[in-house]
């Protein structure tokens, strides 16, 4: 299964509303990463928090990090319709070595 | 910078058909090297990583195969095509190992009919 899980599947807002996607994961972890997707595009990175982190910004998006829950969370804060998307996190497990794993990803649209 | 070329972008082939996908990355040295498939509507399934030339991992059995020919490439073939095969391909690379950012190219949509 899956290191990594999104949740919701998919998310429906409208323009400047707030976007949370949530990741839940299994075993410990150095890092967790989230990458953003345009439809038939390659992935971007996001932002990436380290397990001794609990939160990053960036821009208008903030990651938060529970390690005790092993879950993260991101939000987009004023969504714009450019930020439709799938949202994946990935993590590095440890047991996984040299590589990520990624979840199946939050499909999320922004309607103006 | 860097940047990171995928080739074709777009591919039709028959069963049983070869193939031949190739990534290039530009203006970074001793890359780690990825290639991943996405099923449509799916996350990313990791195939083959490479961290120098001529070092292939192999994550799951299948139709296709790897190779690093030179520092910055990587190529990922089949000798015969499955339906299955049908999906969109990614290549990515990483600086400092695989658990740090990985930066993807534009991808491979492959449809085997």
């Known amino acids: 299964s899956q290191q990594g899980e999104e949740d919701p599947q998919a998310l429906s807002i409208q323009e400047g509303e707030n976007a949370t996607m949530n990741c839940s994961y299994k075993?410990?972890?150095?890092?967790l990463q989230w990458y953003r997707q345009n439809s038939g595009r390659g992935l971007v990175h996001l932002i990436l928090?380290?397990?001794?982190?609990r939160e990053k910004h960036s821009g208008r998006l903030r990651v938060t990090l529970d390690t005790s829950k092993k879950s993260s969370s991101l939000l987009i804060t004023a969504s714009r319709a450019a930020d439709t998307a799938s949202y994946f996190c990935?993590?590095?497990?440890?047991?996984?070595?040299?590589?990520?794993?990624f979840g199946a990803g939050t499909i999320l649209r922004v309607k103006s | 910078s860097q940047t990171i070329h995928q080739w074709p972008a777009t591919l039709v082939q028959p069963v049983g058909s070869p193939l031949s996908l190739e990534c290039t990355v530009e203006?970074?040295?001793?890359?780690?090297l990825y290639w991943y498939r996405q099923a449509a509507g799916r996350g990313l399934q990791l195939l083959f990583y490479?961290?120098?030339?001529?070092?292939i991992s192999s994550e799951v059995p299948q139709n296709l195969s790897a190779s690093r020919p030179q520092d910055r490439q990587f190529i990922l073939s089949s000798k015969k095509l499955l339906l299955s095969d049908s999906g969109f391909y990614l290549c990515?690379?990483?600086?400092?190992?695989?658990?740090?950012?990985?930066?993807f190219g534009p991808g491979t949509r492959l449809l085997v009919l």
């Open positions: 990515a690379w990483s600086a400092y190992g695989g658990r740090e950012t990985q930066y």
């Open positions: 075993t410990s972890i150095n890092n």
């Open positions: 928090i380290r397990s001794n982190e």
């Open positions: 990935a993590t590095d497990a440890n047991r996984y070595g040299n590589k990520l794993v």
């Open positions: 203006g970074t040295s001793n890359p780690n």
């Open positions: 490479s961290v120098g030339i001529g070092q």
